[in-house]
Structure formats: C-alpha cells, structure tokens
C-alpha cells in the first residue's frame, strides 16, 4: 500500500483541519463549477430532466464501481463495499425506461486492475462526498414520483443518515497518514474526478 505516516506538508496541507476539510478547500472553485452546471440543468424539473442526471452519476460510478471491491479501500472504509451505487442505478434507469449509457473506454479504475491508493483516495472522497447533496435531491426526486424503491434508489440515505455516514468516512479519511507524494495523488485524484464529472455533466445535461 502507497500510505505513509509521515509530516502533512504544511503549505497545502497544514493547519488542525482534517483531511477532508482540507480536500474541500482545495477543490472548492471545481466543485463550484459543477455545482452550477447541475443546478443549471434544472435537472429535478421532470422526469426527463431526471434521466439525464441519472445517466450522468451512471457514467461516474461505472468509472469508480471498481474501488468499491478493493479489498485495501475496504480495510481503510469498512462497509464500503455495501455503499456501490452502479446497480442501483441501473435499476433507477431501468425503472423509467431510459437505456443505459454505452461508452467504448475503459472506466477509469478497472475492475481487477492495480490501484493507486492515494489517487483511488480523492475519486472516493468526491463520490462519498455527493452523498450529502443528495438528502436534498431525494426530496426533489420525490416530488416527480420518485422513491427509494422506484427511480431513485441511488439517493437512498445510509442507514446511518447522510450526516452520521459522512462523519465516519471522514474520520476514517483523516485517520490515514500520507507522505507527501502521496498527498499529491490524493489532491490530483479529487480533482480529476470532479472535472471527470464535469465533462459527463457538460455533455449528458445539456
């Protein structure tokens, strides 16, 4: 495993923040910029609007279905393996009629392939992440006849609760000790994810 405990490097990473505090100040003008496209998408507006959001959390999760299987990101985040939001997906797709997306590249992370810990580190911090957002987008699937058991399974909430869920994979997150290469493929990871998302939100919403 390419983990370390080592010093943070104080410039990006110093300061009594944690990990994924630290994560969301860096990737802040990123996470901006798709946060606005998705809510320019009106994409809660109708159920067409809806599958075309679908299909772009479709396209992410087929990218990173493969860290849900890991058996080092397991070990880091137990229960992680219960949290695979592909099949649920595709069932939500399946729900309403709507294909699935087919693309002709790899994901991003294919299964049974080696994995870079830190970099698999920010793609999962940006998924897990979303989770949070979608307390209030399973209000707004509600209101077009949406449910946990038909449509919008994806947004189902952790046993847990979104809030406490976040708490313990973000305590897990900050609990993993980094050298500084490392720190560096986290970071690059994060951001290569959101702007992953980007392009998928740039070219499904729109």
């Avoid at 798709?34 to 809660?44: I, K």
């Avoid at 299909?55 to 949290?83: C, K, N, S, V, W």
């Avoid at 919008?152 to 290469?181: K, M, N, Q």
């Amino acid at each position: 495993m390419t983990l370390a405990p080592t010093a943070a490097s104080p410039a990006r990473l110093g300061g009594g923040a944690g990990w994924a505090k630290r994560l969301k100040a860096l990737t802040h003008d990123t996470h901006e910029r798709l946060d606005t496209t998705v809510a320019g998408a009106s994409s809660f507006a109708s159920r067409d609007g809806y599958v075309r959001f679908a299909r772009m959390q479709f396209l992410f999760h087929r990218d990173i279905d493969a860290l849900y299987a890991d058996a080092d990101l397991q070990t880091l985040f137990p229960g992680l393996g219960e949290r695979r939001q592909l099949p649920l997906l595709q069932q939500d797709l399946a729900d309403l009629t709507a294909a699935v997306p087919q693309l002709d590249t790899a994901p991003a992370f294919v299964p049974g392939a080696a994995i870079d810990l830190p970099t698999a580190l920010g793609w999962l911090y940006v998924a897990e992440g979303s989770r949070m957002g979608a307390t209030l987008l399973r209000k707004d699937a509600a209101r077009l006849g949406l449910s946990d058991d038909f449509g919008a399974r994806h947004l189902a909430p952790a046993p847990e609760g979104p809030a406490a869920y976040w708490r313990i994979f973000t305590a897990a997150l900050d609990g993993i000790a980094l050298d500084t290469a490392a720190e560096d493929r986290v970071i690059a990871g994060a951001e290569a994810a959101f702007a992953r998302v980007q392009a998928y939100a740039d070219d499904t919403l729109r």
